[in-house]
């Protein structure tokens, strides 16, 4: 109820979700799988609820998000579809939440290069090249507490940075965001300096990152990349 209510003893009942509303976002999630699962015969994953396949598609939910892949001719229909139900605007993925998602001769290299650029740019870093993330000569002390706010708050953001990298598509710097993380209480000034070095490291090998291929002739031939955005202005908003 509006807070700005006076009349009391009475409620509105919303006949539709609402934009921004506690249970918006979850509606329009229900609303999206029944259409995925009963309208596209797909299977929702038991491990990650925001995966959905079948034999010749596969389709994974941000929000309103959705990239899917699969022959061109499974794309288009589910495309097709999917436009049909939600307003939507949508085409070739390259860029998915900050990885840049490339596909060439039946090949998906994911990398976070964008991301780390303009990591680099908001943190207000100086590209250095390093061979490695971390000094392996250097062993990072751990201190019991840190009494500097901004100090603690760039190394939070320092890692933060870090972290989307390693467990998107930069595995090499796993290890280094563990011990960076294990600091994150009670940072110093040498902690800070390691996060640093471990960003420049990202930035001067940018372009690294994981490649997808597939496992038979048909996913050789026909693996691709679609990313659609819905955009729903109709009746069932989405949250």
Not at 99 to 115: C, M, Q, R, S
Not at 175 to 191: D, F, N
């Amino acid at each position: 109820m509006n807070p700005g209510r006076r009349n009391h003893g009475r409620c509105l009942k919303v006949l539709r979700h609402l934009y921004g509303s506690h249970d918006a976002a979850m509606g329009w999630f229900d609303l999206l799988k029944d259409h995925l699962v009963n309208d596209h015969k797909m299977t929702q994953s038991r491990n990650d609820k925001c995966y959905f396949y079948r034999d010749d598609l596969h389709v994974v939910v941000h929000v309103d998000d959705l990239a899917s892949t699969g022959p061109p001719a499974a794309r288009a229909a589910f495309r097709k579809k999917l436009h049909a139900k939600f307003d939507m605007t949508g085409g070739e993925i390259d860029i998915y939440y900050g990885l840049n998602v490339i596909v060439t001769d039946g090949k998906v290299k994911l990398t976070a290069e964008n991301y780390i650029e303009k990591a680099m740019e908001k943190l207000q870093l100086q590209p250095r090249s390093w061979r490695t993330p971390l000094d392996p000569n250097v062993e990072l002390q751990r201190a019991d507490k840190c009494t500097d706010a901004a100090l603690h708050k760039r190394y939070r953001s320092l890692v933060g940075s870090v972290l989307h990298a390693s467990t998107t598509c930069r595995p090499d710097v796993a290890v280094a965001a563990r011990e960076l993380a294990s600091h994150l209480q009670a940072p110093t000034q040498q902690h800070v300096n390691a996060a640093i070095r471990a960003m420049q490291y990202l930035h001067a090998t940018r372009k690294l990152g994981l490649v997808y291929t597939g496992t038979n002739d048909r996913s050789n031939t026909d693996f691709c990349g679609t990313c659609d955005a819905s955009h729903n202005t109709t009746w069932n908003a989405k949250g």
